[in-house]
């Protein structure tokens, strides 16, 4: 009898031990990353000249033109951005609930780290246009 309440506790004991633990909800943020991947590969393959403006003070600023060959090397700093569509980098980082600004007329998505002191990059914010989405005339 002892055996059989010995392994019953040993059985539900084990149980609760091997529970596994509850999910996170998945964090669906936007690939800044890919974004600015899209965006290399556009002025990469246009016709833009590409040039590069340095602002030193309020009164030196600084201009020179890019080569495409060398366009890729001066982008590079941000190509290595973490991407947040990789869910074990999304679950190092939170969202900044996104905000509409209206003096731009554009919403701000921003991510910031849990934890700023581990991550180099300590925030990836974009801006994006919202358009209207016209409403189906069965609702109005």
């Known amino acids: 009898m002892k055996k059989l309440v010995y392994s019953g506790w040993i059985l539900s004991i084990s149980l609760l031990a091997c529970q596994s633990k509850k999910a996170e909800p998945s964090k669906n943020f936007i690939s800044v990353l890919s974004l600015i991947q899209k965006e290399v590969a556009h002025v990469d393959t246009s016709l833009f000249l590409i040039v590069k403006t340095i602002t030193y003070d ?6 020179s033109y890019i080569a495409r060959e060398d366009f890729k090397n001066e982008a590079k700093d941000f190509l290595e951005i973490p991407d947040l569509a990789d869910p074990k980098v999304a679950k190092r980082y ?18 910031i780290p849990v934890d700023p002191e581990k991550e180099e990059v300590k925030s990836q914010e974009f801006l994006a246009t919202p358009f209207p989405v016209p409403m189906p005339k069965s609702i109005m």
């Open 58 to 63: 309020s009164t030196r600023i600084d201009t």
């Open 94 to 111: 939170k969202d900044d609930s996104p905000l509409y600004d209206q003096s731009l007329g554009r919403v701000i998505f921003k991510y």
